[in-house]
């Protein structure tokens, strides 16, 4: 249990950091939709405008799901996947130029550290959270 005392305060602040700026990155998404749109395209990405808007609604809602520990399971693994698919998928750096590597590596790396957190996340979402809303499956 992660109920109070140090531990619940520190598992909120990771919640509102990591939940709180994964959901800042899905509003981005409906703020730049032309722009990813066109990159989601560039990279193949079928659909890429619904994408982007799925995308960025993924991450408004599991984002602020940890935030407020509703579903967090749920949310932590949504999150998990589509990190992994997106870094596959969108910062393929070994199959870009040479000048476009560094760029995509940092992507992509960014991807699979964030999925590793909200793997995180997701092996603690059965315990009790302190201030959290508690509602999971």
């Known amino acids: ?3 109070s005392g140090i531990a619940a305060v520190a598992l909120l ?3 509102v950091l990591f939940g709180g700026l994964l959901a ?3 509003l981005n998404h409906f703020t730049g939709t032309e722009e990813m749109a066109g990159y989601a395209q560039a990279k193949g990405l079928p659909a ?3 994408s ?3 995308s960025g609604g993924l991450l408004v809602a599991g984002g602020l799901a940890l935030v407020v520990g509703v579903l967090p399971g749920v949310a932590a693994g949504a999150i998990a996947l589509f990190l992994v698919v997106s870094g596959v998928a969108m910062h393929d750096f070994w199959a870009v130029p040479e000048d476009q590597q560094q760029d995509e590596m940092v992507q992509f790396m960014k991807n699979i550290e964030l ?3 909200a793997l995180v ?3 603690v979402s059965t315990l009790e ?3 959290a809303l508690g509602v999971g499956l």
Request: charged share 10%; aromatic share 16%.
């Open 121 to 123: 996340f997701l092996a």
């Open 1 to 3: 249990m992660v109920e």
């Open 13 to 15: 602040v990771g919640r």
């Open 48 to 50: 890429p405008r619904f």
């Open 129 to 131: 959270w302190g201030y």
């Open 52 to 54: 982007v808007l799925a």
């Open 115 to 117: 999925a590793g957190a």
């Open 24 to 26: 800042v990155q899905g």
